[in-house]
């Protein structure tokens, strides 16, 4: 979590835009434990929406990140129907889509959330980099070195804690341009993409972590273009 937060964090505010205050409403889709989302209401002084499919993501959220402009609800991983049309002022998700196998739940997930966003609002995706497969980053690994992944394939995730043991999931993968598609098929303008790096250090007896040469993470910005038809998937 270190990673993310050092590198999809920073990346997710600059592309929010300038902050709003109290009267800009922020959905956070798969906000999981409440850590971007008690973020950007603090940063931001925004009121955050913080959504996920794990009631005990939700409960720890609840207990361990509180925030007066912050409230946590479950929901399926797909329907947004409680919120109105265009009601929300930005969306943000982070690591969400490459954890789900569902193409056709994703595919519904992101018809709403393009639904309920404002006329060019900012829709702000963050993921796994699906050009860092086999990697060995200072806090994870996606993916087996020397393997070729093609979408839809399951992908072993290494995840290294700081008290120094691994974690192993499944993780699944998706191209960019599978990405891109899931986003203007329903109705998106194409993404812009981010690929944030950690700077190096001038410690030149320390090996430099994978990091500082190879995107861990990619951001996608994209905005609702409310004047394009979502394509239905059949």
Known sequence: ????????????????????????????????????????AETRGCTVHGIDPSSSMLDIARTDRPHPRVDYRLFDGRSLHWIADDDIDAIVCCLVYCTDPDDRRLADLTREIHRVLRPGAPFVLADLNPQATGEAFSTLRYGEPGAVYADGDTVPTTLWRLSGTTVTTACHYRSLTCYEALLTDAGFTPPDLDLPLVPPSHDSGTPAPAETRVAPYMVLTTHAGKGQVPLRMS
Request: proline letters at 5%.
């Open 1 to 40: 979590m270190r990673l993310a937060r050092e590198l999809i964090f920073p990346t997710v505010l600059r592309r929010l835009g300038p902050a709003e205050g109290t009267g800009q409403v922020v959905l956070d889709v798969g906000c999981g434990t409440g850590v971007l989302a008690a973020h950007l």
